[in-house]
């Protein structure tokens, strides 16, 4: 082993991409895997047994006792906040990517790519750069175009309203009673505001307000989120 090793844990719940995954690189002497995981609950156990520089985790894993996407993220970089992160994503949803890079991880491939980005991202996540596959380059590119350009882009306090209402489960006739507007209205601020952030369906726009609040939250050491420790009796 050379003096210079970068220790790496593989985490995907696929037995099959983690097999891909360490054939690409073991054949590069800098970089150790000291360790592979199919859920959160053997990542969180992994890192607490071995030191680790950079983790390569794939963002969709459920099943392990501290969930997977932007919840097992937030919960890695509040308690492990010198680990270097590089997520391996099916993902091409610009909203989501917004909540990935909020959290300052800014080394993303996309399962749509090649493998040969892998060794570039590692190396850059430990460098603390930035690294982007070409499929998330491309979105990163317009966010980046999005944020730079006109205000207009950014919700308005009536869009805002609408998308905080509609996510806490209110249906739009219903917002449109509780703010005394009309349906059309409600329907079109609401519109407007997915089309801004980059979502296409209710069930995006909720997991992408999750994500956001997540993302946003601050590193609170005596707040209780409950994500600390398992459940008792969680399997």
């Known amino acids: ?11 995907d719940d696929h037995p099959a991409v983690v097999a891909g995954l360490l054939h690409t690189l073991k054949k590069h002497r800098t970089l150790d895997v000291v360790d592979t995981v199919g ?13 680790c520089d950079v983790l390569v985790s794939d963002y ?13 993220f937030s919960f890695l970089r509040r308690r492990y906040p010198a680990l270097r992160i590089v997520i391996l994503t099916m ?8 909540s990935i890079l909020k959290l300052d991880i800014q080394c993303i491939l996309s399962k749509a790519d090649t493998t040969d980005h892998l060794l570039a ?3 850059g996540a430990y460098a603390n750069g930035r690294y982007f596959s070409p499929t998330i380059s491309k979105i990163v590119w317009q966010l980046d175009v999005e944020s730079s350009g006109s205000s207009s882009r950014a919700l308005t306090k009536r869009e805002s309203e609408v998308i905080r209402l ?12 509780q703010l005394s507007r009309s349906k059309q209205t409600i ?6 505001a997915m089309r801004k952030l980059g979502v296409e369906t209710d069930t ?4 992408y307000s999750i994500g956001a609040a997540l993302a946003e939250e601050p590193d609170d050491k005596d707040r209780n989120d409950g994500l600390d420790d398992p459940k008792p009796g969680a399997s």
Request: hydrophobic letters at 45%; proline letters at 4%; a negative charge.
């Open 60 to 72: 969709a894993m459920p099943g392990g006792d501290y969930g997977d996407g932007i919840t097992l």
């Open 166 to 177: 509609f996510v806490s489960g209110l249906s739009v006739n219903e917002i449109a009673a």
């Open 91 to 98: 993902i091409d949803n610009p909203g989501v990517i917004r």
């Open 39 to 51: 859920n959160s609950t053997e990542l969180v156990a992994a890192l607490g047994k071995q030191p």
């Open 121 to 123: 991202a590692i190396h």
């Open 187 to 192: 329907s079109a601020q609401k519109t407007s």
């Open 204 to 207: 995006e726009l909720i997991k």
């Open 1 to 11: 082993m050379d003096d210079f090793t970068i220790r790496v844990i593989l985490a």
